[in-house]
């Protein structure tokens, strides 16, 4: 298709919005690496005033702990490789050996075999390699750029950080899973419901959404620590104490999530044409089974975003986890805060950056695979209303 | 829809919102016109500290709450009727500095100037989040196809990113010998200290949420580009209408309802702001509402903490995010009562 | 040697038959919730050893502490505390006295760490944790400068070193606005001996001492960072470790962090003397703290006891010579290291200074310094109003917690 005329743009607006773009995407992505950087040196290095000490690390290398160019070359042409087999000869793999009913199992174990794979590459055979060929490179072989995994060793071998880790995945799970069912069937009904009754749900849901969570908090904790006390009369022994519970956890995060998640849903409802339910109705459904037959297979891109904007309230909360969980069940973001109170020293803030680094992993991961769907879940309606 | 079933559909929903959120809200509500107090007794107490060497003992009048025979404190609960909030507004302090022909010293006081903060944060946040936002979009959108993908991911990152992560990433490029404080240092050959002066404070925790929420907008916005009317668009360059005109009299319009989602969303949340404070450490220069009603709830060593008072200031919060969101919620009502 | 904080905060071990550091195998439940800091985790690691010992140090214990203490039962059967968080275990009674159980299992403990209220025994303290001078001994060599004993000393001092090389500010001081900010007031304040708060809960701060207070904490401010009002330990430890500052009076548990060579350009050029005593006063800058434990009142007299003898397990010779620089303990085998002179110095100084006060209106007053003194500092406040402003900040407190008419 041809571009007409008065569309093609003049040199300078093209030239101009590329710039604009390179830098809002030079301050989007400049502090974050900036933090990827730090956590890979020495305290005193990575706090340093210089940023050129801070991205060649001296005090690390001196510290017998940085890479020569060997290492770099051939470090990032395995990470190019690893990168690439993942966009393009996983998902092929993935397709071609399972069976069409099931993918998600294929590609859990694909991804799992992948992780595997990579990290005895990478962290086992890789440096070996390296070293043997360090020492026989001569100047090449000389360290050139302070870096050092002790931070992430520290926090994920000597913290126990996959512990929190785990209790972020079954937090922000339930958090994601709850919240949606919940959510999808009440954004359903209030978008096909004109009610006025149904408009002042939606008023009260968005002034509950305004309430300042601090508040919320702190009323539930005494009521949680004292559950068991207040809940025997009804459920006898049985009663539990929430405090520290994830499952009372996920109860709140859901409800706060709640107003955001039906508004979401309901006009990305309102956009699936009303006809369609109307004639499964007529061909003598309930409006449930009109809802599972008709609507269901078609909702998938709405509640895809709407599902990520529930992944980032589970997974990014402090408020709400910090007070109401215990030690055993702590997720990652309160760990993180821990490292920062009063008590610490510059080499819990360098584990803290590597930690926190940890924590966005999988954030960008999760990204990158649902990119295309946010895009589009939002085009195909969230955002019509 | 029958009732029985719209109640069916929204049941579980609603029963969550007003378990967690409807409950609490009453009671916050119902707390901020009351004060529990426990029951005090004064008494002589010898208590006994350790030193380095040896103890020193002292006899002090302490007050101590009374514990009643089920080994509870006893407390009473008086109806204040308007006190909390009056401890928190302090209009007899406000009046004196008013009449003292000394406005400024209102915002002295924690309430004022926590309202003033968080007022002018909001407002002057959101123009720049949609304004950029919209220009993000509109480059994204006119950028080759081949890197918009890339160009989308590194966009998204500071919205995805955990808050407070974002604002200590952010901070540390600032604060103390931050390397952008140290480079402008020797640029401009002056001793920056930002932490120090509160506008640049201000204008971070501001830069901070527009680095943030931004790309939310961008993302909103990007998709509603992509249902922009072609045939409206070509018809308008027959008429003649330049790049400028197109963007104000077709684009714009579509854009509208998104626009006023983002700000909808934005009002509120940059409302009930209280990350930034956190991050970047600023309560001695600015405050925001949530953040002063958290302090009132943070227990001292001694466990003090004021509810009354935070339960005042978060209702107070609640109807300035009422009234900020008015003219927004009268044209949803607008909308719902054309369509039903 | 690295101690790993919070996030291992958890340290478990299930069902286990006790290692040999341990004198008894424990086979009850025992939890215990306390601060986050380094003696705690050396001690809680200690305790574990017994076996059926869960820690948590947790940064919201403030928050948490007195809730889960007044369960019935209670959420745990330690609790670690301080001289200013036992206040509201001990007002709500939720406690149990020590008496019965220190006869019978802790007859090694010195006289010095039973807490005793009204002649019972409520807490068992571990260490005690004061402020000290720590200063760059090689500047001062230099400079020809006498550790300075007062505050004007210290004011000369800091003028001195003021273009010193590498020094970029030769003071520096845990002033982050708010709690830390609050602790150097009262710092300064009790150096005169008096009280905050009167006996009948009225404020006594709008004074000549409340004056002369905030008039040096203002003269120390000049020869600070100008960004002093983010500056809290953990920042102050950094510009000392980083040879930005010449001196600082800090707590006396972070000055050991000056001789980690991992993170520090200045091992073995900084000494720690007493902290000195303020121009209007007699008695060092500084409070005295101790940190120790607590038993839960909410639970049975066995798991009581099996607490009472972990604790004691936890607290014990063995843990104190392995972890010595770890704090200024109270408990028997402890050798004072070099950078713990100071601390002792303070402490042991006549007219020593007063601990810090464990009673409801001390938590309100450090509360409204907090909040209102950093206004003073940064000059939108006249001294006179700043005073009057911590005063009404108080009293509305203390009016709506009930101690005050």
Redesign the interface.
């Known amino acids: 298709m041809a571009t007409p005329k008065a569309m093609r743009q003049p040199a300078s607006l093209r030239f101009g919005s590329a710039a604009f773009l390179t830098l809002w995407c030079l301050i989007a992505a400049f502090p974050l690496f900036w933090i990827l950087v730090m956590s890979f040196k020495s305290p005193a290095d990575a706090f340093d005033a210089n940023p050129l000490a801070v991205i060649f690390g001296p005090r690390t290398i001196a510290a017998g702990k940085g890479l020569s160019v060997i290492d770099l070359v051939l470090g990032l042409a395995v990470l190019w490789y690893a990168v690439r087999f993942a966009f393009t000869r996983l998902p092929q793999m993935v397709r071609a050996f399972t069976a069409p009913g099931l993918v998600i199992l294929g590609w859990l174990v694909g991804c799992l075999g992948y992780a595997v794979v990579f990290i005895v590459l990478f962290f086992g055979l890789l440096p070996v390699v390296l070293d043997a060929l360090n020492a026989i490179a001569g100047p090449l072989g000389q360290p050139v750029i302070g870096l050092t995994a002790e931070h992430y060793r520290a926090v994920w071998v000597g913290n126990e950080f996959y512990r929190n880790f785990i209790n972020s995945l079954i937090v922000t799970g339930g958090v994601v899973t709850v919240s949606l069912t919940v959510g999808t069937l009440a954004g359903y009904g209030l978008a096909r419901s004109g009610s006025n009754l149904a408009f002042w749900l939606l008023i009260a849901a968005l002034i509950f959404r305004a309430l300042p969570h601090s508040v919320l908090v702190a009323g539930y904790l005494p009521v949680f620590i004292n559950s068991a006390e207040i809940l025997r009369p009804i459920l006898g022994d049985a009663a539990p104490t929430l405090y520290g519970q994830p499952l009372a956890v996920i109860a709140v995060l859901v409800a706060i999530n709640q107003p955001f998640t039906i508004w979401m849903l309901r006009s990305f409802f309102q956009s699936i044409p009303v006809e369609l339910d109307e004639a499964a109705r007529v061909d003598g459904c309930t409006h449930l089974q009109a809802f599972r037959r008709v609507i269901m297979p078609v909702m998938w891109p709405g509640v895809i975003t709407t599902g990520l904007f529930s992944f980032l309230l589970g997974y990014n909360d402090f408020l709400v986890t910090s007070l109401l969980l215990d030690a055993q069940n702590q997720t990652m973001v309160p760990a993180i805060a821990g490292y920062f109170n009063r008590e610490t020293t510059t080499t819990d803030q360098a584990e803290a950056i590597a930690a926190a680094v940890s924590i966005t992993a999988p954030l960008f991961l999760l990204v990158m695979v649902f990119q295309r769907q946010i895009v589009s879940g939002l085009t195909a309606g969230a955002v019509k209303g | 829809m029958k009732f029985r079933t719209f109640a069916a559909f929204v049941g579980p929903s609603v029963f969550m919102m007003v378990v967690f959120i409807a409950l609490p809200l009453a009671s916050v509500f119902v707390q901020s016109f009351q004060v529990t107090q426990p029951v005090i007794e004064r008494i002589e107490v010898e208590s006994c500290t350790a030193g380095f060497l040896e103890q020193t003992c002292t006899t002090q009048v302490k007050t101590r709450p009374k514990i009643n025979e089920s080994g509870q404190v006893e407390t009473t609960t008086r109806w204040v009727g308007l006190e909390s909030y009056a401890n928190l507004l302090q209009f007899d302090r406000v009046w004196a500095a008013i009449s003292n022909g000394e406005p400024g010293r209102i915002l002295q006081i924690d309430f004022w100037r926590a309202l003033r903060f968080t007022l002018t944060f909001t407002l002057v946040t959101l123009p720049l989040v949609v304004g950029l936002g919209l220009a993000i979009a509109l480059a994204v959108n006119n950028a080759a196809r081949s890197i918009r993908g890339q160009v989308i991911f590194v966009s998204l990152l500071p919205f995805i990113i955990t808050p407070v992560i974002g604002a200590l990433s952010i901070r540390w490029l600032f604060y103390g010998d931050g390397i952008v404080t140290s480079w402008l240092e020797t640029w401009l050959s002056t001793d920056i200290s930002v932490a120090a002066n509160g506008a640049a404070v201000e204008a971070l925790m501001m830069f901070y949420r527009v680095w943030s929420v931004a790309p939310f907008a961008f993302v909103i916005f990007y998709a509603g580009l992509q249902t922009v009317n072609q045939d409206t668009l070509e018809s308008a360059i027959i008429d003649g209408a330049s790049r400028w005109q197109r963007l104000r009299f077709v684009i714009v319009p579509h854009l509208m309802p998104l626009i006023v989602f983002i700000a909808l969303i934005h009002l509120m949340d940059a409302y009930r702001a209280f990350e930034e404070v956190v991050g970047f450490s600023s309560q001695a220069q600015r405050i925001t509402l949530q953040w002063l009603t958290y302090d009132f709830l943070q227990p001292d060593d001694a466990g003090n903490r004021s509810i009354s008072r935070a339960s005042a200031s978060a209702m107070l919060t609640m109807i300035g995010i009422v009234i900020i969101l008015l003219p927004p919620l009268r044209r949803t009502w607008r909308d719902h009562k054309g369509i039903s | 040697m690295?101690i790993?904080?919070?996030?291992?905060?958890?340290a478990?071990l299930m069902g286990g038959a006790a290692r040999a550091d341990c004198a008894f195998e424990n086979d009850v439940d025992v939890k215990i919730l306390a601060?986050?800091?380094?003696a705690w985790k050396a001690v809680t690691d200690a305790m574990a050893e017994c076996g059926n010992v869960?820690?948590?140090?947790?940064?919201?214990f403030?928050?948490?502490q007195?809730?889960?203490f007044?369960?019935?039962p209670s959420?745990y059967q330690i609790g670690g505390v301080?001289?200013?968080?036992i206040?509201?275990l001990l007002?709500?009674?939720t406690i149990r006295p020590l008496d019965d159980l220190v006869e019978k299992y802790g007859q090694h403990l010195q006289?010095?760490?039973?807490?005793?209220?009204?002649?019972e025994i409520m807490a068992v303290?571990m260490m005690?944790n004061?402020f000290e001078l720590t200063y760059r001994s090689d500047l001062f060599e230099e400079y020809g400068i006498d550790v300075p004993t007062d505050y004007d000393g210290l004011l000369a001092a800091a003028e001195t070193l003021k273009d010193a090389e590498g020094i970029d500010y030769p003071l520096g001081a845990m002033t982050?606005?708010?709690?830390?900010?609050a602790m150097e007031f009262i710092n300064v304040f009790q150096s005169s001996g008096e009280p905050l708060v009167n006996?009948d809960?009225t404020p006594n701060i709008n004074n000549e001492t409340g004056m002369n207070t905030l008039e040096l904490l203002k003269a120390l401010s000049d020869y600070m960072?100008?960004?002093?009002?983010?500056s809290?330990?953990?920042?102050v430890?950094?510009q000392l470790?980083?040879g930005r500052i010449a001196m600082a009076n800090i707590w006396a548990?972070r000055a050991g962090?000056v001789d980690?060579e991992?993170?520090s350009?200045v091992v073995g050029k900084v000494e720690t003397a007493m902290s000195p005593i303020a121009p209007f006063g007699d008695r060092p800058v500084a409070t005295?703290w101790?940190d120790?434990i607590v038993i839960a009142?909410n639970i049975s007299d066995e798991a009581a006891e099996a607490a009472f003898r972990v604790a004691m397990e936890g607290m014990d010779t063995e843990m104190v010579e392995a972890n010595n620089d770890a704090a200024?303990w109270?408990i028997q085998g402890y050798e004072p290291g070099r950078l713990a002179q100071g601390?002792?110095a303070t402490?042991?100084h006549d007219p020593?200074p007063l601990?810090y006060p464990?009673?409801?209106?001390?938590?309100?007053m450090?509360?409204a310094l907090g909040?209102e003194v950093?206004?003073y500092?940064?000059g939108?406040?006249s001294a006179e109003?700043t005073l009057d402003?911590i005063e009404a900040s108080y009293s509305?407190?203390a009016r709506?917690?009930?101690?005050l008419n």
């Open positions: 690295k790993p904080l919070v996030l291992a905060a958890t478990m601060a986050a800091f380094e869960q820690a948590e140090l947790d940064q919201e403030r928050t948490k007195p809730a889960a007044a369960a019935n959420l301080s001289n200013g968080t206040t509201p007002n709500e009674g006289p010095n760490q039973l807490i005793r209220i009204n002649g303290a005690v004061t982050k606005s708010g709690w830390d900010l006996d809960s960072d100008p960004e002093f009002l983010v809290d330990s953990t920042y430890q950094q470790q980083q548990s962090a980690n991992a993170e350009s005295i101790w120790g009142r200024v109270l601390a002792i402490a042991t020593a601990s464990s009673t409801v209106e001390m938590g309100l450090h509360t909040n950093a206004a500092l940064t939108s406040r109003r402003a509305t407190a709506e917690a009930g101690v």
